[in-house]
């Protein structure tokens, strides 16, 4: 290889060394900052995408660099083997996982599988590898601090109502910037701002031994006012677990410094009375104190309690499981309640997979059926408060968890064979780069304080690494510059000519791993470029897949915003939307989120054209989830539902299967509402009351607040004939919405068939009250009153329902129905003549009228009445019209025409007890004694209890022995 070669592969070999470095930076710059709302992983995606992309760059130009610099080697650490475990362990719980593909590129909005940590690696290695200048350290540790500081501002704006974004997570008062999420936020603010402390003192350490000692008051002054901006935002996330972190990294920190020689204290003192002057001003303010974060849980524990109460609570056949008592101090709805349970199901699991754990980044798909092993839902616990978890809220349980006891101890092993070989090389360092370790040290303690009660995601991991790497990196540049300063030394005092050449510069420092110089054969060179090009064909391969997830991501969310806006404008579904989510399937066929959206599409359009295709499309989506994840609980739930489907709209035989895929998604996951709700309706259709009810009481344990349940509760009650329960359940949908009236209504209706009249009559008025237009609870408080006898209030009632709709007949029926029984005929007789009017064909009305005028006296108006009905519809099937004209024509001492009537009456009702009754009368009139008897006897077996069929029957028996 010629010397032009050589100068052209050295060239190119800098100019990749300086790329690199640049993406390097970018890594730590870009990453926390960047967000797409065009994604519906807004944040998560967004931010890993970038971290493959540059991760990818990165590693194109390090093969160059490899390939054009013949004298390159690895830059080798003292914790290579640790690392090495560690990964390798990683990889065998990946391959081992109970969903290896989800442990390869991570669950989704998480995204830490194997190949984040292969980045994160990566990142690492590259970091110690190229950042081998003092000058390198610090422009990418002001990288990392410039980064914070922009998502500082980002946050510090939001507090203050400027967001040109409209987010609709989390409360206002909790900031989350850049990182869709306070919690991480947090986490990178509090592992950044040890960094800016540290470069706030080292300007001072500088100024002893700079005559430039203005400058360096400016840059200190720079400084400053990052480590305050960055502290304010961080208060304004409001974290729990990170001011806990805070405490414990920065405390020793400031400790440390304390201790150290200034020329001066006042920077010092400065630095920590702005500090508590900041806290105490947040604190003030309950929206942003730490303080009552910590302490508000206890003052909901009690407002829990005395909300309770005992009356409305069911009584559950189930006997519940015995919580721990540290569960029991706090409220169900404070987080630290939910991680109490989150630590004793990571214990479960661990028992189960106890070497290599489940595998990384899989918690999500066991998590929820581990969760009902250890807690159950209580009547007093408002509904199932818990988050659905695909992280375990503790580093140390969570690593156990993913991969297994082997990959913790070599987590741990990492974790202390890097802090043995930090502290056995802090003494060596020189004073300024002993700030710069202590604020990494720092920085990297908060986050794994912060840890044990959260966890890391992408910037926030990336940034630890890095961290790391800049630690190493540090300590080997303190080798470096030492040994430099030894061979100058040896100039001076030993005149070595030799060193003081030209090719002196190029010689090995300590902390390069040195390899001897072999002549390169031609074929060690071609197999070199070869295995070089295919490492980067194999990373462009890489970097078109990142490309298409993230396209998918962005098709999803399109397609998904199309189809909900439908929904809102035109109540349709959207085809063009469902496009959007099928190329999303295509782009990236791997993640069970977006088939999940689809198949949840297919089914709302089977919902509402009845067409069998959509289910059919439906039910390939809900399989194909299911290869993805054996144990997936939307794919067995959308299953139950296609099942369901078919039996209500095809009439298929299909009641059997849903209930069976129900049971699975339950089994799955067993805190979802509306798993229970769905197989509760299979169960209603079914006819099974009792396991619908049982179902329903599960759903109503898990969403105390869904007024569907309650009220579905009160009916399945109602229908079983369990009247407390049922009204229990009708006074939760009113507590739930008082502005109803239709549940006051089902309230007075239940309440009035247990007897409890006065209440019921409240519960009527009051829905009245709230719906005075509403004739359905006008009637049923008519109807109340009449069953109480309170006649007045019932003929008010009616009066009412007629000013509201005087054509209703059935109004006028009723109200004169109430004048008969007030005693007042004339006024009855005008409403029956108003109901007949209006409805001439209805039998009743005309039966009320005739009947009226009978007992009025008014005979021949009863009879006209009664014989113009039967001659406009002489088909009619109301037996009680026959017998009332047979009792006109018994006045009239018509015998004859009156049996006749009564036959005619029994031709219709077999069953007419006035009509038997009546006729016993006629033919003891007409003397025809034997037909009397017998038809008496009839009356009798029909109603043993008619004194006066009794007393013709011993009329009878006297005339009979005469």
């Known amino acids: 290889m010629n010397d032009s070669i050589k100068n052209t592969f050295g060239i190119i070999s800098q ?120 000058r390198r350290v610090y422009l990418l540790v002001i990288s990392i601090l410039t980064a914070a500081l922009i998502s500082s501002f980002y946050g510090i704006a939001q507090h203050l109502g400027y967001d040109t974004f409209k987010w609709s997570s989390f409360e206002a008062r909790r900031v989350f910037s850049t990182f869709g999420n306070p919690v991480f936020f947090a986490a990178y603010l509090v592992m950044v701002l040890p960094l800016a402390v540290v470069l706030f003192f080292s300007k001072f350490l500088l100024k002893r031994t700079s005559a430039k000692s203005k400058n360096h008051y400016y840059i200190a002054l720079i400084f400053y006012l990052f480590s305050m901006i960055i502290y304010t935002a961080f208060w304004l996330t409001n974290t729990r677990a990170c001011f806990i972190a805070l405490f414990g990294g920065l405390v020793p920190l400031f400790i440390i410094l304390s201790r150290r020689t200034f020329t001066e204290k006042y920077p010092f003192i400065i630095l920590v009375i702005s500090f508590v002057l900041i806290g105490l001003f947040f604190n003030v303010k309950p929206e942003t104190s730490g303080v009552h974060r910590f302490i508000e849980h206890f003052g909901e524990k009690n407002a829990r309690r005395t909300e309770f109460s005992v009356e409305n609570s069911i009584a559950d056949k189930t006997e519940p499981c015995e919580r721990p008592w540290i569960a029991k101090i706090f409220p169900v709805s404070d987080s630290t309640f939910s991680r109490v349970f989150q630590y004793l199901t990571a214990i479960g699991i661990i028992k189960d997979y106890p070497a290599l754990g489940i595998g990384p980044d899989t918690i999500g798909i066991v998590y929820q059926k581990y969760l009902a092993k250890v807690f159950c839902i209580q009547e007093n616990d408002g509904g199932f408060q818990f988050p659905r978890q695909d992280r375990i809220h503790n580093d140390i349980l969570d690593t156990a968890v993913t991969r297994g006891i082997f990959g913790l101890g070599t987590y741990l092993w990492l974790l202390l064979a890097f802090g043995r070989y930090m502290s056995k090389n802090y003494q060596r360092i020189h004073t300024q780069y002993k700030l710069l370790i202590l604020g990494l040290l720092a920085g990297l303690g908060c986050y794994l304080i912060q840890n044990q009660f959260s966890f890391g995601n992408t910037p926030i991991v990336a940034l630890f690494w890095v961290m790391m790497g800049l630690c190493i990196s540090v300590v080997k540049l303190n080798e470096t510059e030492g040994a430099g300063k030894a061979c100058a030394c040896n100039i001076t005092t030993e005149r070595n000519p030799a060193i003081g050449k030209p090719g002196g510069r190029n010689r090995k420092m300590p902390g390069y791993a040195q390899s001897p110089k072999h002549p390169t054969s031609p074929i060690r060179v071609v197999c070199r470029w070869l295995g070089c090009g295919l490492a980067l064909i194999a990373t462009g391969f890489a970097a078109i897949f990142i490309l298409r997830v993230y396209q998918a991501d962005i098709c999803f969310e399109h397609g998904r915003r199309m189809i909900e806006y439908n929904k809102e404008n035109s109540h349709t579904v959207s085809e063009k939307g469902m496009y959007y989510i099928k190329n999303a399937v295509f782009l990236n066929p791997y993640e069970t989120f977006y088939r999940d959206e689809l198949c949840r599409t297919y089914i709302q359009v089977a919902l509402k054209t009845n067409d069998e295709a959509w289910i059919q499309k439906a039910y390939v989506e809900a399989n194909n989830t299911l290869r993805l994840i054996p144990e997936h609980f939307m794919g067995f739930f959308h299953l139950g539902m296609i099942h369901q489907f078919l039996a209500d709209r095809f009439g298929r035989n299909t009641l059997d299967a849903a209930i069976a895929w129900y049971k699975k998604a339950i089994d799955a996951d067993p805190f979802q509402a509306v798993f229970h709700s769905n197989l509760a309706m299979v169960y209603s259709k ?138 007042m005929p004339d006024n009855a007789i005008q409403s029956f003549q108003k109901a007949v009017a209006l409805k001439p064909e209805n039998p009743i009305y005309t039966y009320n009228l005739a009947d009226t005028f009978f007992h009025k006296g008014q005979y021949a108006d009863a009879k006209q009445v009664i014989q113009t009905f039967m001659k406009t519809y002489p088909n009619h099937t109301f037996a009680n019209i026959h017998v009332l004209l047979a009792k006109l024509y018994l006045k009239h001492e018509d015998w004859g025409k009156g049996v006749y009537e009564c036959e005619l009456a029994l031709k219709i009702d077999e069953k007419s007890i006035a009509a038997y009754k009546l006729l016993g009368i006629l033919y003891y009139n007409m003397h025809q004694y034997e037909l009397a008897e017998k038809t008496a006897k009839k009356t009798l077996v029909l109603n043993p209890d008619d004194q006066e069929t009794q007393d013709l029957l011993v009329k009878i028996s006297n005339t009979i022995r005469r």
Not at 21 to 48: E, H, N
Not at 701 to 710: K, V
Not at 716 to 734: E, H, M, P, S
Not at 754 to 760: D, F, I, N, S, V
């Open 686 to 823: 079914k006819g099974d009351i009792d396991q619908t009810i049982e179902e329903l009481r599960k759903a109503y344990l898990i969403c105390q607040d869904d007024l569907s349940t309650d009220d579905r509760l009160a009916n399945a009650y109602l229908q079983k004939g369990d009247l407390d329960n049922a009204i229990i359940f009708v006074r939760k949908t009113i507590k739930l919405k008082p502005a109803e009236p239709g549940y006051y209504n089902n309230l007075g209706a239940i309440l009035s068939k247990k007897g409890m009249y006065e209440e019921a009559t409240q519960a009527f008025q009051k829905a009245i009250e709230i719906s005075p237009k509403e004739p359905v609870y006008q009637e049923n408080l008519a109807r109340l009153y009449l069953s109480t006898r309170n006649y007045a209030e019932s003929m008010s009632c009616y009066k009412k329902l007629i000013e509201l709709n005087p054509s209703v007949a059935d109004y006028h029926n009723n109200l004169g129905v109430m004048y008969q029984k007030e005693k």
């Open 15 to 134: 100019y990749c060394e300086k790329l690199l470095i640049g993406f390097l930076i970018a890594i730590v710059v870009i990453v926390p900052l960047f967000f797409d709302i065009r994604l519906y992983s807004v944040f998560d995606l967004s931010k890993v995408t970038v971290l493959y992309l540059l991760t990818a760059i990165i590693l194109a130009l390090w093969i160059i660099f490899v390939a054009c610099k013949h004298d390159f080697t690895f830059s080798r650490t003292s914790i290579d083997i640790p690392i090495l475990a560690y990964f390798g362990s990683f990889i065998i719980s990946s391959i081992l996982s109970i969903n290896p593909l989800m442990s390869l590129f991570g669950t989704y909005k998480r995204f830490e599988g194997l190949t984040s940590t292969a980045c994160y690696l990566f990142l690492f290695y590259a970091t110690v590898t190229f950042i081998t200048t003092k």
